[in-house]
């Protein structure tokens, strides 16, 4: 089985950096997503990591531990719309099946 | 390129009731999910087509759901009969299995309230 924990809810300031953590322990384990998801909206890919590092995307990035089960989030230069709830997803080791966690909201304050 | 559609957008019925949601992947997708996401958690997958092909059905309560993809395109979701706790987003994604990391695109959902 995989088990996927995120925390709950986080609170930033606009302009700000704030790091997301997921840790996940599975049973087999061929990559790690991110997604964005507004309210009332379909989650939105962010970014993939199947090797361990920082994997950069403009304001994002994502790092991959794979020995310690764990992977973060980086949010830089915080926009009030980057507030949302971010997913974290593990895929399994055959590829077919994408479990995800229950998410993290985050709320951006100016 | 169009994403991937779904209707109707919302749904109110009664318990007992039987409903059915649609969905048209993403063009040349041929893998297509069927995601259930309940307020405050993440989507849980109830099963996964691979062209019309069924490839993990293992969470879809069998005895109420079912789905279906004939033409290895469209695909609709139907639960019957309802219940409370079916009320939830159901959630339609595609993946181009050509591509290594299969990214799913999702579509908006179906937001489904039981009464």
């Known amino acids: 089985g995989q088990n996927i924990d995120q925390p709950t809810e986080m609170t930033a300031t606009e302009g700000a950096i704030v790091q997301i953590n997921c840790t996940y322990q599975?049973?087999?384990?061929?990559?790690l997503f991110w997604y964005q998801q507004h309210a009332g909206e379909a989650p939105t890919f962010l970014s993939y990591?199947?090797?361990?590092g920082l994997e950069e995307k403009g304001r994002f990035s994502s790092f991959l531990s794979r020995s310690k089960g764990y992977s973060y989030l980086l949010l830089k230069e915080l926009q009030m719309k980057d507030s949302a709830s971010y997913l974290c997803?593990?895929?399994?080791?055959?590829?077919?099946?994408?479990?995800f966690g229950a998410g993290t909201i985050l709320r951006v304050k100016s | 390129e169009a994403g991937v559609a779904q209707s109707p957008r919302y749904k109110i019925i009664e318990k007992r009731q039987s409903v059915a949601f649609w969905c048209n992947p993403i063009?040349?997708?041929?893998?297509l999910y069927w995601y259930q996401q309940i307020l405050g958690q993440g989507p849980k997958l109830l099963i996964q087509?691979?062209?019309?092909?069924?490839?993990?059905d293992s969470q879809l309560p069998k005895d109420r759901f079912s789905a279906e993809r004939l033409k290895g395109v469209d695909s609709t979701l139907k639960i019957q009969p309802a219940k409370l706790e079916d009320s939830a987003v159901y959630l339609c994604a595609s993946s181009s299995s050509t591509s290594g990391t299969r990214v799913r695109f999702f579509g908006p959902g179906t937001r489904l309230t039981v009464l």
């Open positions: 990591n199947v090797l361990d």
């Open positions: 599975t049973s087999g384990f061929n990559g």
């Open positions: 997803a593990v895929r399994d080791r055959y590829g077919n099946k994408l479990v």
């Open positions: 087509f691979q062209n019309n092909g069924v490839v993990d």
């Open positions: 063009s040349g997708h041929a893998t």
